[in-house]
């Protein structure tokens, strides 16, 4: 059973940066795409990146691109997002999930996605 673990979360001035990791088990990770999202009070879980599985390639949230940059070490069974320039709208729980059964027009849906950590918290705040 695949296993998502997540940490890096935390409070941090408008500006500022962070960095948030998700430990993957129990699975092939090399294959599974693996994406953030994030869900702030009142608001549904919004899309923010994804690595495709397999060598495949990276995608961005409109809200984050160029702020955001999404690694995967598949040695380690990590994937890490850098967050730069955070502002207060990026205040949320931000997840990982996986699935091996990503297509393209799907990357951004999280109905999609069967294994989901437990989320971090990301205050955004002065």
């Known amino acids: 059973q695949v296993q998502l673990v997540e940490s890096g979360g935390g409070l941090v001035q408008p500006g500022g940066s962070l960095t948030l990791s998700c430990a993957f088990s129990g699975g092939a990770f090399r294959s599974y795409t693996m994406a953030w999202f994030r869900q702030a009070p009142g608001k549904q879980r919004e899309f923010v990146s994804a690595f495709r599985g397999n060598g495949g390639r990276t995608h961005y949230g409109d809200s984050v691109k160029g702020r955001f940059t999404i690694s995967r070490d598949n040695a380690k069974n990590t994937v890490n997002l850098q967050m730069n320039d955070l502002k207060p709208e990026d205040t949320a729980v931000y997840y990982c999930?996986?699935?091996?059964?990503?297509?393209?027009?799907?990357?951004?849906?999280?109905?999609?996605?069967?294994?989901w950590g437990q989320g971090t918290q990301v205050t955004v705040s002065s």
């Open positions: 999930a996986a699935d091996r059964q990503i297509i393209l027009s799907s990357v951004a849906m999280p109905g999609q996605y069967d294994y």
